[in-house]
């Protein structure tokens, strides 16, 4: 379990706890039928103590059902496909901007207006960078 933030209300953890059980059943039952039946039982579990006023017995039951979603986690949870640990996470790899300097001259030629905004803006940025760091040492201009 990670480190919070900030500070969350009790109901606050049992909507968690709620949402993150159904998550888990999702992952061991791939049946709807199946999943929507259990996915009931489970919120008339959570409705039974759900008007438990005495605020020690509620951290307990917060408490085992933290523990009972432990034990009864599934091996191999399903993600969100574009969600962190989900099969497509950071799939789309967007390039980097200088990639475009290495366009052919007749894909540049599609785009006359850009192209020629572009290059003024990079003129610009040279200048910005020259007046901020200063020129370059000609000696630190080559690789090696």
Known sequence: MSVPFAVQTHSRQ????YK??????EAWY????????????????FEKNRCVSDMAEA????AAGEQ????????????PANSVGGCAFE???IPPDWVIDYWHPLEKAQ????FAKREQRKKE??????????????KDLGHH
């Open 68 to 79: 009972e979603l432990f034990e009864t986690k599934h091996f191999q949870p399903k993600y």
């Open 91 to 93: 799939r789309e790899v």
């Open 14 to 17: 049992v909507c968690s706890l």
């Open 59 to 62: 951290s307990r039951l917060l």
């Open 125 to 138: 940025f040279v200048v910005w960078w020259e007046k901020q760091y200063g020129k370059p040492d000609p």
């Open 111 to 114: 785009y006359p207006e850009y």
């Open 30 to 45: 791939d049946r709807k039928n199946i999943y929507r039946y259990r996915a009931v039982l489970m919120r008339q579990r």
């Open 20 to 25: 993150r059980a159904l998550r888990n059943l």
